[in-house]
């Protein structure tokens, strides 16, 4: 899997960048000094590397406009990206997806003939919308949450 974040310099610093206001918002008090600024930061490097710059900042800013008073952790930011991409998913999808397709009338299904056999074939509005989702980008996965893990088999 290509990452978005390389764990470069630039990158790190883009990382503290967008760290600055979760920071501000909520001044925890374990984070002072560069070394362990710095170890945090390479935290959330590590925990975000599948999520784009965009989606993490638009995670934060939401993170932030929520009124936090707590410093969160890399694995909820990445479920607050998670967040954003299936929500862009979900808008791109409705938003590209003719209701009223004159070819399938909205069943996204419209019949073709192969060899004289009547066969459905996915309707070009849809193939448009999955277009448009896919230029989203693919969703976020999280890892199980720890009561997935302590769940009985």
């Known amino acids: 899997m290509d990452s978005f974040w390389t764990r470069s310099v630039s990158d790190r610093a883009a990382m503290a960048a967008l760290l600055q206001p ?13 070394e362990n600024a710095s170890a945090q930061v390479l935290a959330f490097v590590q925990g ?5 710059h965009d989606i993490v900042a638009a995670a934060i800013g939401r993170l932030v406009t929520r009124g936090l008073t707590w410093m969160p952790k890399p694995g909820e930011v ?53 277009k448009a989702t896919n230029r989203i980008g693919q969703a976020i996965t999280l890892p199980p949450s720890r009561e997935d893990a302590s769940e009985p088999v």
């Open 22 to 34: 979760l920071v501000a918002a909520t001044r925890p008090r374990e984070f002072v000094g560069a």
């Open 48 to 52: 975000l590397e599948d999520c784009p």
């Open 78 to 130: 990445k479920a607050e990206c998670a967040k954003v991409v299936a929500e862009r998913r979900a808008e791109a999808w409705r938003t590209s997806l003719a209701e009223d397709c004159a070819d399938c009338g909205g069943q996204r299904w419209r019949p073709v003939f192969v060899n004289g056999v009547e066969r459905l074939q996915r309707c070009d509005c849809w193939t448009a919308a999955q």
